[in-house]
T-cell receptor
Framework: EPEVTQTPSHQVTQMGQEVILRCVPISNHLYFYWYRQILGQKVEFLVS????????KSEIFDDQFSVERPDGSNFTLKIRSTKLEDSAMYFC????????????FGPGTRLTVT | QKEVEQDPGPLSVPEGAIVSLNCTYS??????FMWYRQYSRKGPELLMYTYSSGNKEDGRFTAQVDKSSKYISLFIRDSQPSDSATYLCAMRRNAGKSTFGDGTTLTVKP
């Protein structure tokens, strides 16, 4: 069964450093998303991406964040200058272009900022 | 008021019990309703998906949506210890973002 994959599974970085989280969505999907979940809290939407551009973003997704689909398979989230409060699980998700819009999540990248 | 409110739990039941998990919402534009299961430090796994009002059954799981009351439920019959996890309700208007509840942690005791 096709699935969303994410790398790395765990990333440790120092405050102020740049990180890039990588995702490979399901191959025939056209909508891509990033969510995050701070430990013990709810899953929060960051950004959605369709047709090579951001279609929606939350107030969390400020100028420190960017997304890119550099080729036909990868979808990346970059955090330019990490803060302690960026420590969280980051989930990539993807959805088909069908009417059902079933959304599938990857296993997540645990980002720890020290 | 939160857009999505989920019964907080935690919930602990004996094996074989029927489990009821519930969410209410305030945004009448939501049309797609999902239940995800999440194990500790793992990604949400899509369990059930419903469009608009009605019931949907898949094995031991039944999802109900009542749009007039803005209320959704997930029922688990014959619960098993392997069902122990956090259950997340989520909703969306279209292909855009999903809005999640806080999650209910379920423990099924053998």
């Amino acid at each position: 069964e096709p699935e969303v994959t994410q790398t790395p599974s765990h990333q440790v970085t120092q405050m102020g450093q740049e990180v890039i989280l990588r995702c490979v969505p399901i191959s025939n999907h056209l909508y891509f998303y990033w969510y995050r979940q701070i430990l013990g809290q709810k899953v929060e939407f960051l950004v959605s991406f369709y047709n090579n551009e951001i279609s929606e973003k939350s107030e969390i997704f400020d100028d420190q964040f960017s997304v890119e689909r550099p080729d036909g398979s990868n979808f990346t989230l970059k955090i330019r200058s990490t803060k302690l409060e960026d420590s969280a699980m980051y989930f990539c998700a993807s959805t088909t272009d069908r009417a059902t819009y079933e959304q599938y999540f990857g296993p997540g990248t645990r980002l720890t900022v020290t | 008021q939160k857009e999505v409110e989920q019964d907080p739990g935690p919930l602990s039941v004996p094996e074989g019990a029927i489990v009821s998990l519930n969410c209410t919402y305030s945004n009448s534009a939501f049309q797609y309703f999902m239940w995800y299961r999440q194990y500790s430090r793992k990604g949400p796994e899509l369990l059930m998906y419903t469009y608009s009002s009605g019931n949907k059954e898949d094995g031991r799981f039944t999802a109900q949506v009542d749009k007039s009351s803005k209320y959704i439920s997930l029922f688990i019959r014959d619960s098993q210890p392997s069902d122990s996890a956090t259950y997340l309700c989520a909703m969306r208007r279209n292909a855009g973002k999903s809005t999640f509840g806080d999650g209910t942690t379920l423990t099924v005791k053998p």
